[in-house]
């Protein structure tokens, strides 16, 4: 059973940074496209970053890039390492997977945690 559980969020001043991490089981990230995604309240989910263990390939959102950084520790774990965040970067983030498509929606992606909390203050 694929199963993803989110943890790293908080208050954080803006300019700060925070890690975010995803354990996960019941898949490999060789077999798997994972995601990060963010969403705030009355607005749709949207696609922070995404990697492809398969061809090496990864997404940033431009909102993103260069701030954010994507990663595994090549067993169960995901990270998005967030630097320099922004007010605008508060919002509920989530993991995702998926092991047949690999894109930037959130119906791309067949299994997600639950989120965590991120809001950053000025």
């Known amino acids: 059973e694929v199963q993803l559980v989110e943890s790293g969020g908080g208050l954080v001043q803006a300019g700060g940074s925070l890690r975010l991490s995803c354990a996960t089981s019941g898949f490999s990230f060789a077999d798997y496209a994972i995601g990060w995604f963010r969403q705030v309240p009355g607005r749709e989910r949207e696609v922070v970053s995404c990697?492809?263990?398969?061809?090496?390939?990864t997404y940033y959102a431009d909102f993103v890039r260069g701030r954010f950084t994507i990663s595994t520790n090549n067993k169960n774990t995901m990270f998005l390492e967030m630097n320099s965040l922004k007010p605008d970067d508060t919002a509920e983030y989530f993991c995702?997977?998926?092991?047949?498509?690999?894109?930037?929606?959130?119906?791309?992606?067949?299994?997600w945690g639950r989120g965590t909390q991120v809001t950053v203050v000025s």
């Open positions: 990697f492809r263990g398969r061809t090496g390939t």
């Open positions: 995702a997977a998926d092991e047949f498509r690999f894109g930037r929606e959130p119906y791309d992606y067949t299994y």
